[in-house]
């Protein structure tokens, strides 16, 4: 059980990245053995003492010194407080919770799907499989708004060497129509089945993803979305966060489709009329 009360964390530094956006990188003031254990995908609690408290992605997770990241979005209640803080500020930290990607031992052909922010989710276990090169295929389908929109450039450039990286945008550079990542995936799928797919973005973009995969001969069991919704306290208790009877906080944010596709059906039973 993850505590109540925040650990004591300092803001070591931070870089703009995208229209919005910041990657913060800190450092748990008394790091434990444990908290290398996070499982990317999973998310922390940040607080900005006086202000408030707010759940967020990890892009890379807590090494044996407790330094980590975490990609920011300036919206909000919370994130503009800490958008206005200095390397050196104390921060409060509770983590990790939720459930994270799943293990992808003995897996060749993995297929990423990401929207927007929704990437830094996955940075983590791209990282991972990159380093346990074991997968005989890796391919990246990234999609954002326009450029400005894009994010983890630095990581991205890293990846290149490392796996098959597929970019499309909504609005080019020179303000013409682009596409969606919908596009490229379908070609992937047509081309040769992967046999697992993660996404993370648009709740309704992942929707289309999985559907599309599906339509291939996908089955749902091979398919999993990060599922953000609501996400505040990060133990099941306020009840804000729940797909269909679950709490996306624990038994999410990463749900198996078809287990996401169960906690959907209670959702609409649930409101149909008595």
């Known amino acids: 059980m993850v505590s109540l009360v925040p650990r ?21 003031q008394s790091p434990r053995p444990g908290d290398q254990a996070v499982m990317p995908g999973q998310f922390f609690m940040l607080t900005v003492p006086g202000v408030g408290e707010a759940p967020f992605s990890y892009v890379r997770p807590p090494d044996w010194q407790g330094r980590f990241s975490a990609l920011i979005r300036k919206e909000g209640a919370m994130s503009p407080a800490l958008f206005g803080l200095e390397p050196g500020a104390r921060l409060g930290y509770r983590g990790a919770f939720g459930i994270g990607w799943p293990d992808l031992s003995g897996v060749r052909r993995v297929l990423v799907v990401a929207g927007g922010s929704g990437l830094a989710a996955l940075a983590g276990l791209i990282e991972a499989l990159i380093r346990g090169g074991r997968q005989d295929a890796l391919t990246l389908v990234y999609g954002a708004r326009s450029p400005g929109h894009q994010v983890l450039a630095r990581e991205r450039a890293q990846w290149r060497g490392a796996l098959e990286l597929i970019e499309i945008l909504e609005r080019r550079e020179d303000g013409r129509v682009g596409g969606s990542p919908l596009e490229p995936l379908q070609a992937q799928l047509a081309a040769q089945l992967p046999e697992a797919v993660l996404c993370c973005g648009p709740e309704p973009m992942m929707q289309s993803a999985a559907e599309l995969c599906l339509v291939h001969g996908m089955p749902p069991t091979a398919i999993w979305l990060s599922i953000e919704r609501r996400l505040e306290c990060g ?20 749900y198996r489709y078809d287990r996401y596709l169960d906690r959907l059906a209670e959702e609409q039973d649930a409101r149909r009329p008595c």
């Open 235 to 254: 133990m099941g208790r306020c009840g804000r966060c729940h797909v269909g009877r679950s709490s996306a906080c624990q038994e999410g944010p990463v």
């Open 8 to 28: 004591p964390m300092q803001l070591l530094e931070f870089h703009d990245e995208g229209e919005g956006c910041r990657q913060f990188s800190f450092a748990l």
